[in-house]
């Protein structure tokens, strides 16, 4: 099934004055930091990337904390919690949403600013306990390291016994972990949903949409390039099963029965859309459950600027997809970008 979102929307010429700003600066800080020699600047980004403390004490209603799996590889996770005021509800009963952030595997933590905001708004608008993954980071920990990450991230909520959470999960990376989780027992963990919020995916055919939008911000067609050459094992083009998931090097994953129901988020000014839709189209063809919904005027990262129309309506549709797959279990994959 695939949907549109309409209504009064705004094309990225028309973005309020700050948020071209803002994208135009990170863009070009975001090229600085990626070297041509595909390392990353982490001086640089260390300066650049604001660190948010967590809050014990709930701010607007959610409050934070950090929890450790592995100090060798500086995998914690940071967790935030939403008070539910009404009589009748318990943190017992809300969703629980793994959270991958952004990047491009190269760049961002947990605990950076977007990511940080992004986990925190989720958990305040959807209700839902957010689990936000500090997985390694390319070019010095290639693939498999952030969906071993990911998918261990998911085993060690499952294990604890802490009485942390209310119950017994980046888009690509979403994906990579869904899979692993579709095929591992878990004791108390059940992921009933993927919300592939404008995913990274890609290929070595270019498409259309990379090359109309080749130099859109805040993701150009060159930066994609460079995620890839970064992340992938070396040697390896993006016809990659990690990249080019339904490619001719991918996985057939028909047989992966308890893959989780899915929602795949487009924006309209995203050049990695036409990806998207040959994921969707790829899932459908395996087929899952899934949905497709495309935001008219929607550049790629537009979850990170909550007062644009498109953000509401993003926020509807993953509260109408967990309402939907609530009942079969409080666990949701969530990746960004």
Same mark, same amino acid.
């Given at each position: 099934m695939?949907?549109?979102i309409s209504g009064n929307e705004i094309s990225s010429s028309q973005l309020p004055w700050k948020h071209r700003l803002l994208l135009r600066l990170g863009t070009i800080l975001t090229h600085a930091c990626c070297r041509s020699d595909l390392t990353v600047n982490r001086w640089l980004t260390g300066i650049l990337d604001r660190k948010i403390p967590t809050s014990t004490k709930p701010i607007d209603g959610v409050s934070s904390f950090d929890l450790t799996i592995d100090t060798s590889r500086n995998l914690w996770v940071r967790i935030f919690n939403p $008070?539910? !005021?009404?009589?009748?509800?318990? @943190?017992?009963?809300?969703?629980?949403?793994?959270?991958y952030h952004s990047g491009g595997f190269a760049l961002s933590y947990a605990d950076s600013a977007l990511s940080h905001f992004s986990a925190y708004q989720f958990a305040k608008q959807l209700r839902a306990v957010? $689990?936000?993954? +500090?997985?390694? @980071?390319?070019?010095?920990?290639?693939?498999p390291c952030q969906y071993d990450d990911g998918f261990d991230a998911l085993k060690f909520i499952d294990e604890t016994d802490e009485g942390i @959470? &209310?119950? %017994?999960?980046g888009g690509n990376l979403g994906h990579h972990v869904a899979v692993r989780a579709s095929e591992y027992a878990f004791k108390k963990v059940k992921v009933s949903g993927f919300i592939a919020s404008q995913p990274f995916f890609g290929g070595e055919e270019r498409t259309e949409s990379e090359i109309r939008l080749c130099s859109q911000p805040p993701l150009s067609l060159r930066l994609t390039d460079w995620f890839w050459k970064a992340f992938l094992p070396e040697?390896?083009?993006r016809d990659h099963a990690a990249a080019n998931v339904f490619?001719?090097? /991918?996985?057939?994953i028909s047989g992966v029965v308890k893959f989780p129901a899915t929602v795949v @988020?487009? /924006?309209e000014l995203d050049l990695l859309q036409d990806w998207q839709r040959k994921y969707y189209e790829g899932l459908k063809r395996m087929g899952k459950d899934v949905k497709m919904v495309e935001f008219p005027n929607a550049i790629h990262g537009f979850f990170a600027f909550k007062d644009l129309p498109q953000y509401s309506s993003m926020i509807q549709e993953m509260k109408d997809f967990i309402a939907t797959q609530? !009942? +079969? %279990? &409080?666990?949701i994959l969530l990746g960004s970008p």
């Open positions: 695939s949907s549109s $008070i539910i !005021h009404d009589e009748d509800s318990n @943190l017992q009963s809300l969703p629980v949403i793994f959270y957010v $689990i936000s993954v +500090n997985y390694r @980071l390319a070019p010095e920990f290639r693939l @959470l &209310p119950a %017994s999960a040697g390896e083009d490619g001719p090097k /991918g996985r057939d @988020l487009v /924006g609530f !009942h +079969n %279990s &409080p666990s």
